[in-house]
């Protein structure tokens, strides 16, 4: 691993205006340069780079960072290896910290695999191109399977010869140690003779391509199935294959996906080739297996918008309806492509031309809660338990999607669809995430807040794009203004930051948007340790949504709302006064702190209202079904939050407590 001091020689070195201008023509434009994204098609430049900060930022397509993040963008790879192409770039010397002897173990048996099965890939190629069963039965498949020459080259597709060992033979002669022909499961010990024997025999074979362009693995068919014969193998779980991990395509699929910022999921290897042939490249595949969270990260890098292709099998498209409700807790944008009966996207891409299959794509793409719902109501029909059933499936798809804003919207959607009154969903979608939160298990050690439980509170109901902004202006006030004091006297200096995190926290206070959240939580634990350095660090950060809402947060073109806009600065002529000059400071200091209240106390202001508005829905519910003992209590509620209210209207200076 890189130690830090050198990470930060890197970073030093790297100046961003340097560092772009490899890939991107830039013109000075005042303090900063401008230019077209390299991440999306433009014709006016939105792309700015700031030399003064050394980050980056497109007002297009919302990318932005530092050095390193602007070569994991660019060269699509990982944290550590864009810190190796900039020290290359200015000769800096990587100094890894020393590793364990498990690590240098672990590393040199990883490193050993990869060439293996690096080895094995071009063997199975030149089988089938050079050797005569090879031809006479792998090409011939492919060719009738309609794929040109060069697919053929591109998804790097071979041939195991129908033979006990001729992988382990060739593999031996070449200096390849047995050790790691089993360790990647390319062959195993026969249990008479101990004796290697190949996995992959008389199959076509389809090399796993990881993100990175390494070799990981195999998937192998055959083509004259006979008795106890799997049609399909894949390579087993090894240190460099992890099923659950990998897409297959990935790597051929990633800068179509980012230049079309729509990814394509389809089931199988060859529907993958064939709609590329098609001229259809941002396809991936997730191979025959479950839907994994971890796949599901790995489209999200490059996009949140997933179209989901499947044949016309009911029983199919049922199964798959768990890898919708996955993508909508991920918080992925999604739709569905039903393909014509008798057809999958293998089929149907070979005969259809590219302008064909995109044009019937765009016109047959449907929402995923359309898609749900009449695929759920249809099997119901005419059954009313049937459809109760179907309902509360649909409702805890929507349930899952944590952007308050989209949920929304699928929720007025579905209110129309189903014929249900919409304040009856919010209800009864917020009684699901509170089971859930219930259900789900603590925290990791690590803390992550990935791993923490849902956030589900008495007023997260009703998405209100006031949160998000008033969220947005108390992060944006945290990180521009953070050391700033707004109570300076002999005993007491308070900072916006340390004013801030105690009213949150005092209030127990979690922001509603997990994006947000998650960087306040990461904000409070950097605070106390890096105050001064604050925004550096949050520019820097290895991840990348945290990293690009830093920079939209640090960046002039986000503003606060108008009745906080004005910003006082010293003037010109105040330097030559000390006396103006302190004044000045504590009229600023005034302004400051009178910004700070209001967004802090409108904040409160949004949760009393919508806490009100919650606990009139419970109160008409426990009268209707004649439970007065809770409706008693929702009144007592009720009135102690109108209370809040009025204080709040009274006097926005004040501090208000909201627990009741």
Not at 210 to 232: C, Q
Not at 379 to 392: E, L, Q, W, Y
Request: charged share 30%.
């Amino acid at each position: 691993m890189i130690d830090f001091a050198t990470v930060e020689q890197i970073k030093d070195a790297a100046k961003i205006e340097d560092v772009v201008s490899d890939y991107v023509t830039l013109r000075r434009r005042g303090a900063n340069m401008i230019g077209l994204c390299p991440f999306h098609n433009e014709k006016t430049p939105s792309f700015s780079v700031n030399p003064a900060r050394n980050i980056f930022k497109c007002f297009g397509c919302g990318k932005g960072g530092d050095s390193v993040h602007f070569i994991m963008e660019i060269e699509q790879t990982s944290y550590w290896d864009a810190l190796h192409v900039l020290a290359k770039k200015y000769g800096i010397e990587i100094r890894e910290r020393d590793l364990t002897p498990e690590e240098i173990a672990a590393r040199s048996d990883r490193e050993s695999m990869l060439t293996v099965n690096d080895f094995t890939q071009k063997h199975f190629y030149e089988n089938l191109h050079k050797h005569s069963e090879g031809r006479a039965v792998g090409l011939s498949y492919f060719r009738e399977r309609g794929l040109r020459e060069d697919i053929i080259e591109k998804f790097r597709l071979g041939f195991a010869l129908d033979a006990r060992d001729t992988l382990a033979k060739a593999a031996t002669v070449a200096g390849y140690k047995e050790e790691y022909l089993i360790k990647t499961g390319l062959c195993f010990k026969n249990e008479r003779d101990g004796k290697l024997v190949d996995r992959f025999r008389g199959r076509v074979i389809f090399p796993f391509v990881n993100i990175s362009g390494k070799i990981v693995g195999f998937g192998g068919r055959v083509l004259m199935k006979t008795e106890n014969t799997a049609k399909y193998i894949n390579s087993p779980e090894s240190e460099v294959y992890h099923k659950s991990n990998e897409l297959y395509g990935i790597f051929f699929a990633k800068a179509a996906i980012q230049k079309k910022d729509r990814c394509f999921l389809v089931e199988g290897y060859t529907d993958v080739i064939s709609m590329h042939q098609s001229g259809i490249e941002n396809v991936v595949a997730s191979s025959g297996t479950s839907l994994t969270e971890k796949q599901i990260r790995i489209i999200q890098r490059f996009t949140k918008n997933i179209t989901l292709i499947y044949d016309g099998d009911p029983a199919g498209i049922k199964a798959s309806l768990r890898g919708i409700d996955l993508f909508l807790s991920e918080g992925m944008n999604i739709k569905v492509l039903l393909l014509p009966d008798g057809d999958d996207p293998d089929s149907f891409a070979q005969k259809t031309n590219a302008s064909d299959l995109q044009e019937f794509i765009e016109k047959n793409s449907t929402d995923f809660i359309r898609f749900k719902i009449k695929l759920l109501l249809d099997d119901a029909a005419g059954d009313p338990v049937k459809r109760a059933t179907a309902i509360s499936d649909i409702l805890d798809s929507i349930a899952k999607i944590s952007d308050h804003i989209t949920r929304s919207e699928y929720i007025k959607e579905s209110s129309a669809l189903l014929g249900l009154d919409e304040q009856k969903i919010y209800y009864e979608i917020n009684k699901i995430k509170a089971r859930r939160a219930e259900k789900k298990p603590p925290k990791s050690q690590d803390g992550s807040p990935e791993s923490q439980p849902e956030k589900t509170s008495e007023y997260d109901l009703k998405a209100d794009t006031s949160f998000d902004k008033l969220e947005y202006e108390l992060l944006q006030l945290l990180v521009r203004e953070a050391n700033e004091p707004i109570i300076e006297t002999e005993t007491d200096k308070t900072t916006v930051a340390q004013y801030i995190l105690k009213e949150l926290q005092t209030d127990a206070i979690e922001f509603r948007n997990a994006l947000y959240n998650k960087f306040l939580a990461e904000f409070k634990n950097q605070y106390s340790e890096n105050n001064n350095k604050i925004i550096d660090y949050f520019k820097n950060h290895s991840n990348a949504q945290i990293n690009n809402l830093a920079i939209d947060l640090i960046e002039e073109k986000y503003v606060l709302s108008k009745i906080f806009e004005e910003k006082q600065t010293v003037t010109a002529e105040s330097h030559f006064d000390n006396r103006l000059i302190e004044k000045e400071r504590i009229r600023r200091r005034e302004k400051l702190g009178e910004k700070v209240g209001r967004v802090v106390l409108s904040y409160k202001n949004h949760i009393i209202l919508e806490r009100i508005r919650l606990k009139i829905i419970d109160l008409k519910t426990f009268s209707e079904n004649g439970d007065f003992e809770n409706a008693e209590k929702t009144m007592n509620e009720l009135k102690n939050l109108e209370n809040l209210k009025i204080i709040l209207a009274k006097e926005l200076g004040e501090r208000v407590i909201l627990k009741i």
